[in-house]
């Protein structure tokens, strides 16, 4: 199994641009979710899905921030405008539904920087 | 609800000596616990997970944790650090929920010396 892939691995662009993050969580895993990490924040839970559908997106901080899951392969996170207060690593992480047993396997994260 | 204090967000020990990293939980239901690491310029891996089975969990690396319901803890320990130890290292808290979503503490930065 390939694990989380997440894309791009790097990503920089300039403030005021849209910026897509991608990620293909493993297959057979029902729920997704997207994390920021920063120095300051630390690890945040943006937003997560199971089986497909939004179940809680109050970690988003703003409405520039939206994310979508077409279906059980692949996911977005998106930033339109983008910031410079946006720059972070950005994860995303699956785990089967299954109650909570299984912990979670993460992707290796998308550095963004907002200059 | 269910929350993650680990205590001490960095931690420094010498080659060879007794890691401990502290976690203590707060939880409405029977918790399932777990220990991620996270090496620089990397994604969380899953360490070892606690799931009401035996409560001392023995994990990769040479890690293993303890879960003390009476003292809502789940400390992680290794008996001889090694270089490669040097990590962030996150301890996390789910109950039963059908989406498995996990609430994490905040980190612990291990240094290892030589």
Same mark, same amino acid.
């Given at each position: 199994?390939?694990?989380?892939? @997440?894309s +791009?691995?790097?990503e920089? %662009?300039?403030?005021? @641009?849209?910026? /897509?993050?991608?990620?293909?969580?493993?297959s057979?895993?029902?729920?997704?979710?997207?994390?920021? @990490?920063?120095?300051?924040?630390?690890?945040?839970?943006?937003?997560? =899905?199971?089986?497909?559908? &939004?179940i *809680? *997106?109050?970690?988003? &901080?703003? *409405?520039? =921030?939206?994310?979508k899951? +077409?279906?059980?392969?692949f996911? /977005?996170?998106?930033i @339109? &405008?983008?910031? &410079?207060?946006d720059?972070?690593?950005? =994860?995303?992480?699956? /785990? +089967? %539904?299954?109650?909570?047993?299984?912990?979670?396997? =993460?992707?290796?994260?998308?550095?963004? /920087?907002?200059? | 609800?269910? !929350?993650?204090?680990?205590?001490?967000?960095?931690?420094?020990?010498?080659?060879g000596?007794?890691?401990?990293?502290?976690?203590?939980?707060s939880s409405?239901?029977?918790?399932?616990?777990f220990?991620?690491?996270q090496? #620089?310029?990397?994604?969380l891996?899953?360490?070892?997970?606690?799931t009401s089975?035996? $409560?001392?969990?023995?994990g990769?690396?040479?890690?293993?944790?303890?879960?003390k319901?009476s003292?809502? !803890?789940?400390?992680? $320990?290794? #008996? !001889?650090?090694?270089?490669?130890?040097?990590?962030?290292?996150?301890?996390?808290?789910?109950?039963?929920?059908?989406?498995?979503? !996990? $609430?994490?503490?905040?980190?612990?930065?291990? $240094?290892?010396?030589?």
């Amino acid at each position: 199994d390939a694990g989380v892939i @997440q894309s +791009p691995r790097h990503e920089v %662009t300039e403030m005021g @641009q849209e910026v /897509t993050l991608r990620c293909k969580p493993i297959s057979g895993h029902n729920s997704l979710f997207w994390y920021r @990490q920063t120095m300051m924040r630390g690890l945040e839970l943006l937003i997560y =899905f199971n089986n497909n559908v &939004p179940i *809680d *997106d109050s970690g988003m &901080p703003e *409405d520039r =921030f939206s994310a979508k899951m +077409p279906n059980a392969s692949f996911s /977005t996170l998106k930033i @339109q &405008p983008s910031e &410079p207060r946006d720059s972070a690593v950005y =994860f995303c992480a699956s /785990t +089967p %539904t299954g109650g909570g047993v299984y912990g979670y396997t =993460f992707g290796s994260g998308t550095r963004l /920087t907002v200059v | 609800a269910q !929350s993650v204090t680990q205590l001490g967000s960095h931690v420094s020990v010498s080659e060879g000596a007794l890691v401990l990293l502290r976690c203590n939980y707060s939880s409405s239901v029977p918790p399932y616990l777990f220990w991620y690491v996270q090496y #620089p310029n990397q994604g969380l891996q899953l360490l070892l997970k606690y799931t009401s089975a035996a $409560t001392l969990v023995k994990g990769i690396n040479g890690f293993e944790a303890e879960f003390k319901k009476s003292e809502t !803890s789940f400390h992680l $320990t290794k #008996p !001889s650090a090694h270089m490669s130890d040097a990590a962030e290292y996150f301890c996390a808290v789910s109950g039963y929920t059908n989406a498995g979503k !996990s $609430t994490f503490g905040d980190g612990t930065t291990l $240094t290892v010396k030589p």
